[in-house]
């Protein structure tokens, strides 16, 4: 073994490090019926979902509105309480901290939402919003880290006087951003965080994160209805369907060879440039997606299916790996055109 040979074998059985691993992560928000006897129904808006993301990776969660991401999402944060499962930040159990504990690793996981004026405070001006984790975690030159911090997104010192109302919704999220990276997260949770801009702002703020993720080696979970979007940012993704991950794999996997029904008929909404894999993405959009109060039988997509048998109404299919890093949750996967 020569020593380019001895350094490539060292690299590749180390593996890339894990930053986030979820594990039969569940969350289950009580929904009360009836006014005299009141009965509690389980909304399972997360139900077994299981992954990973590894160092410096985009991990694309995608699905019709409803299907549970941004639960996903905040449940991984432990800004809701699961109902069960585990996650781990870099072998810490995230699940397991206590309040304190937790706070102590807040500043390594932060999120950035869909609205960014609803998730800035309006009476603030622009330097306090981003000061105001670095004051409240005691760092020292506050004023010389906001600067930085506004430079790094792409603002300047002249905003930093002005409330949130008198600047765009762009930059607004640029905000936003600079205040989740004050504290020098490893993990962002990306909830469609360009869906409500123009779209003549989206590339801007999609360009800046797919900058800022290179120079600070972030890790993010870019969660998005915009397939689009999610092919050109992330490097794997998971489909969600009524609470469930449906298929997981690279985007190359996912995006030119779909496994599952569900992926290929949401893939069959968006326009294809590329003719081979238009032969692929036939599925036409069925019906609507039921309500996750009362979830369908065995496979939960069997209603919408085309290809669903009586095995799929009655029992639930596994995650099957079809080749390495490609699994997909379906009974008829091998079968499928
Ligand atoms: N705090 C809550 N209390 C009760 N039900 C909730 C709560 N938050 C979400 N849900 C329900 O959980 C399910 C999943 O919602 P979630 O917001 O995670 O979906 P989503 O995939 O992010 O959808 P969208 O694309 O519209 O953002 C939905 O049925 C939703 O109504
Ligand atoms: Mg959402």
Excluded at 184 to 190: A, K, Q, R
Excluded at 209 to 218: A, H, M, P, V
Excluded at 278 to 286: L, W
Aim: one cysteine or more.
């Amino acid at each position: 073994m020569n020593i380019l040979q001895g350094i490539l074998w060292l690299v590749t059985s180390m593996g890339v490090g894990t930053v986030i691993r979820v594990e039969h992560l569940k969350k289950y928000f009580p929904i009360t019926h009836g006014f005299i006897r009141k009965k509690i129904i389980w909304l399972k808006a997360v139900d077994d979902v299981s992954f990973e993301i590894k160092d410096g990776e985009t991990f694309g969660l995608v699905g019709e509105s409803g299907s549970g991401k941004s639960t996903t999402g905040r449940t991984i944060l432990r800004l809701y309480e699961p109902t069960g499962g585990k996650v781990y930040f870099n072998d810490i159990e995230v699940t397991a901290l206590s309040k304190q504990e937790l706070k102590e690793l807040r500043p390594k996981m932060q999120i950035i939402y869909q609205d960014p004026y609803s998730s800035l405070n309006p009476r603030l001006t622009i330097f306090d919003i981003i000061a105001e984790p670095l004051r409240e975690y005691g760092h020292e030159n506050v004023e010389d880290t906001v600067l930085e911090l506004l430079e790094a997104v792409g603002l300047s010192e002249e905003h930093a006087k002005k409330y949130p109302d008198e600047i765009s919704g762009g930059q607004c999220q640029r905000v936003a951003i600079a205040r989740a990276l004050a504290l020098n997260p490893e993990f962002l949770v990306l909830d469609e965080p360009t869906s409500a801009l123009d779209v003549s702002v989206q590339a801007q703020v999609l360009n800046l994160l797919g900058r800022l993720q290179k120079e600070r080696n972030l890790t993010y979970l870019f969660i998005s209805h915009d397939l689009g979007v999610v092919r050109y940012l992330a490097d794997r993704v998971g489909v969600m369907y009524l609470g469930k991950l449906v298929e997981i794999g690279t985007i190359e996997q996912v995006f030119d060879n779909p496994a599952h029904p569900y992926t290929r008929m949401l893939l069959s909404s968006i326009p294809v440039p590329d003719p081979k894999a238009r032969a692929i993405r036939k599925e036409k959009v069925i019906g609507e997606i039921p309500s996750p109060l009362h979830p369908p039988s065995g496979c939960r997509f069997h209603t919408r299916c085309p290809y669903a048998r009586e095995i799929c109404r009655k029992e639930e299919p596994a995650m099957i790996e079809l080749e390495k890093g490609h699994f997909v949750r379906c009974h008829f996967v091998g079968e499928l055109q």
